[in-house]
Structures are given as structure tokens and as C-alpha cells.
């Protein structure tokens, strides 16, 4: 049995033993800090740290689903990974193996990272128990490079690797890639992506989305998906992404139609004095919570 967080740094601040320790908890929360190939800011290795500590402020009840999820699923909050002497493939092995432990204890896992290339090992790691789930990905970018500066373990170079995988990816939020990425996009069946602005004028875009996915989804989060004015936060903002409620109404038609079997949500690069964007990723991560438990699905 992994040992749990205490209500002083576990994730919203639960003071109920029975709803925030491991053996008794559907949930469990980690945390992966790697932070190795970041391209312009830094600073996400403090992000999931930073996200748990907002969600202290984020109200244990949801006025949408009328429920507090927290009580019905019990959420448990284990120690942070260590990436000591660990990068690229060691590293990537170790959040595999993290996360399959919890997997192995029929645990729901929500991942927090640092930069995108650990989504490689949350990824990985459900594929030992689940072989036919689509990955939804909300970015900013493609993240389909072949390998950036060299490194094929690139957080520009993460979706790349998920394909390689044989895993099929629909994508929302897109506004910055290169040709090679947008080549890869035209000419894999296993990639169905929305541009950003294919999004704007109305919401029958997430119909086609839930159509195009697995009955099994996961689901990677890259804060910068949202628009900065939502998540100003990250670690290469983007202008024109997504906004709060368009975010969660996808979130929510995802929930209901399908099975999410895991979830994480990463790159965010905490600023002084600026709390917006790990609190709403806090709000964010219980939000999809409250609609899988809503709808029976945790």
C-alpha cells in the first residue's frame, strides 16, 4: 500500500482519513516534476506542487453535478516521483512503473506534470491494462515532431511517440506546429485533429470529436490548450485557445459518452504573484472528476 498525503498537501486539503488514504480512495493523485526540455520558459517542475496547493481553494461542492465528488470516490495524494539522475527513456520508464503500480491496484490515476514528455509514461503505463483507448489531447501544439533538438523524448516530440505506440489521438486547441507535423497529421489514420480555429463559431465540433473516439479515452491536458487569458501560466502561451466553459462542456460530453480511464494535465510554469492558472487547473481536475463520478463512471 503507497502511502497517502495528509490533509496539510493533499489535493483540496481532505481532512476525512477514510476519503484521502490510499487503500480506501478510488483516486489517486501523483505527481511526475520532470522538467528536461522545456523550450522557452521555465519552471514547470513546480507546477503539480503548485496545483496541489490551489486546490486547497476550490470549493469541495459543484454546483453543476450538485454533488461533492470527493466524498463518493475518495481522493488520495501520494509523494512525488524522484527524477534524480533520471532523463528521457530512464525517465520515462520510471513514470511508467510508477503508474502501473497504481493501475495494478485498481486505482483511477490523475497525473500531474511538469513538461509534456511524461504523458509518454502515463500512456504507456495504461496500455498494460487497456490496448483499444483513444488519447484526447487539448495543446496549444501538435507536440508530433519526430525529435526536437535531437531528442526524440522531446515535450515537442510526446504525441510523436504516443503514435508510435499504435494509439489513436484526436487533438483540440491546435495553433502552432510545424509543416513536418502538419504533413504527419494528413497522412496518419490514427490522428484526427481541430485546429483552433475550426472552434469558434460553435460547439458541433465536439460531437464530431466524441464520434471519433474509443470507448476508452484518455485524456493529456496541456494548460497551454486553454487561452491565456484562462491559464496565462504556461510554459509557451498561445493565443486563441480554448475558454473556461467551452473546455468543460468538452469535458463534460466526454464523460458521458465514454469511459475516461485516466487523465493528467501538465506545462504549468507557476509565476510570482499570479495564482490563476494552477487554481483553475486545480478547479479543471476536480471538474472532470465531478462529471466521471456524475455520470457513474469512477
Given at each position: ?25 478510488k483516486v489517486v493523485i501523483q505527481s511526475a516534476p520532470y522538467e528536461h526540455t522545456s523550450s522557452y520558459l521555465q519552471g514547470s517542475k513546480l507546477g503539480p506542487s503548485a496545483i496541489i496547493d490551489a486546490s486547497h481553494f476550490v470549493e469541495f461542492y459543484d454546483e453543476e453535478t450538485d454533488q461533492e465528488a470527493y466524498k463518493k470516490i475518495g481522493i488520495a495524494t501520494v509523494e512525488e516521483m524522484d527524477f534524480e539522475g533520471k532523463v528521457d527513456k530512464d525517465a520515462v ?206
Amino acid at each position: 500500500m503507497s502511502q497517502a498525503l495528509s490533509s496539510d498537501n493533499n489535493f483540496l486539503g481532505i481532512t476525512e482519513p477514510e476519503l484521502y488514504q490510499y487503500d480506501t480512495s478510488k483516486v489517486v493523485i501523483q505527481s511526475a516534476p520532470y522538467e528536461h526540455t522545456s523550450s522557452y520558459l521555465q519552471g514547470s517542475k513546480l507546477g503539480p506542487s503548485a496545483i496541489i496547493d490551489a486546490s486547497h481553494f476550490v470549493e469541495f461542492y459543484d454546483e453543476e453535478t450538485d454533488q461533492e465528488a470527493y466524498k463518493k470516490i475518495g481522493i488520495a495524494t501520494v509523494e512525488e516521483m524522484d527524477f534524480e539522475g533520471k532523463v528521457d527513456k530512464d525517465a520515462v520508464d520510471l513514470i511508467e512503473a510508477e503508474t502501473l503500480k497504481h493501475i495494478n491496484n485498481n486505482k483511477f490515476v490523475v497525473s500531474l506534470g511538469a513538461e509534456h514528455t511524461v504523458s509518454l509514461g502515463f500512456v504507456k503505463a495504461h496500455l498494460h491494462k487497456y490496448n483499444d483507448f483513444s488519447v484526447l489531447q487539448i495543446d496549444a501544439h501538435s507536440d508530433l515532431r519526430l525529435e526536437y533538438h535531437d531528442n526524440p523524448y522531446s515535450h515537442a516530440s510526446v504525441l510523436a511517440r504516443i503514435h508510435d505506440l499504435g494509439v489513436p489521438i484526436c487533438q483540440v486547441g491546435i495553433r502552432a506546429q510545424c509543416k513536418q507535423e502538419a504533413d504527419l497529421i494528413k497522412s496518419s489514420p490514427l490522428i484526427n485533429t481541430w485546429y483552433a480555429h475550426m472552434i469558434q463559431e460553435n460547439d458541433a465540433w465536439m460531437d464530431d470529436v466524441i464520434a471519433k473516439l474509443n470507448d476508452k479515452v484518455y485524456i493529456t491536458i496541456d494548460a497551454d490548450g486553454f487561452d491565456p487569458s484562462v491559464m496565462p501560466a504556461v510554459g509557451t502561451a498561445e493565443p486563441g485557445g480554448l475558454m473556461w466553459h467551452q473546455g468543460l462542456k468538452l469535458m463534460r460530453k466526454v464523460a458521458e459518452k465514454k469511459q475516461v480511464i485516466g487523465f493528467d494535465i501538465v506545462e504549468c510554469a507557476p509565476k510570482e504573484s499570479e495564482i490563476l492558472t494552477q487554481f483553475n487547473l486545480a478547479k479543471l481536475l476536480y471538474k472532470i472528476l465531478g462529471y466521471c463520478t456524475h455520470y457513474n463512471k469512477l
